[in-house]
């Protein structure tokens, strides 16, 4: 079963503009992740952010989370053309602690330079 | 520096062939998992193990099957390969449920 969904399925900006990747989902969680794949290659962890969180800093990320509305954005500030990739959602979801994770569908971003 | 490496990167083979991807770590994870990746199904879990001799069942499990008889290793066999099988398989690794995973690169099968 799918739970989380992302919008937009894909992205196309200019080097230097912010990037925007949501994620919505359907039950309550631990803690939601992104993780990127550039292409022909396996997932990589960004950011984790717990339920009990609203926002996160990582670099040129900020991940917010709004529980109430289940769902996540992804900001990418000051994109790089290094940042096309797609991205995913996961999130951990109650019961706890089973290491499950649930991948959204992905946003393929596309930066060009 | 610690790593999960898949292999082979590339596989084909034949419907009704027995087919084992391996997967190895380093990172001495016991928590170890499988996905598969399809265009417009994201990734889907089809095995996990917490530890040696432990296995499970992801969502995705038919047709295929795990042993986990080392902290390192856990190898996918497909049973008897079928062209729904076709796909792009990640394993993946982690220290603590919940915690963020660690993935491989991928092989990718086809099934003819």
């Known amino acids: 079963s799918q739970q989380g969904e992302e919008d937009p399925q894909a992205l196309s900006i200019q080097e230097g503009e912010n990037a925007t990747m949501n994620c919505s989902y359907k039950t309550s969680i631990n803690n939601l992740q992104w993780y990127r794949q550039n292409s022909g290659r396996g997932l990589v962890h960004l950011i984790l952010?717990?339920?009990?969180?609203r926002e996160k800093h990582s670099g040129r990320l900020r991940v917010t989370l709004d529980t109430s509305k289940k769902s996540s954005s992804l900001l990418i500030t000051a994109s790089r053309a290094a940042d096309t990739a797609s991205y995913f959602c996961a999130t951990d979801a109650i019961p706890s602690n089973t290491g499950k994770l649930i991948f959204g569908q992905g946003t393929t971003l596309q930066v060009k330079p | 520096d610690a790593e999960i490496t898949q292999s082979p990167r590339h596989k084909i083979t034949e419907t009704g062939r027995q087919v084992t991807l391996a997967c190895h770590q380093t990172?001495?994870?016991?928590?170890m998992f499988w996905y598969r990746q399809d265009l417009g199904h994201g990734l889907r879990l089809i095995h996990y193990?917490?530890?040696?001799?432990?296995?499970n069942k992801g969502e995705v499990s038919d047709g295929y099957s795990v042993s986990r008889s080392n902290t390192e290793d856990l190898p996918l066999t497909l049973e008897s390969a079928a062209s729904s099988q076709t796909s792009v398989y990640f394993c993946a690794s982690t220290s603590g449920l919940g915690s963020p995973l660690h993935f491989g690169n991928g092989t990718r099968l086809t099934v003819t």
């Open positions: 990172w001495n994870h016991n928590n």
């Open positions: 952010i717990r339920s009990n969180e």
């Open positions: 193990s917490y530890g040696v001799q432990d296995t």
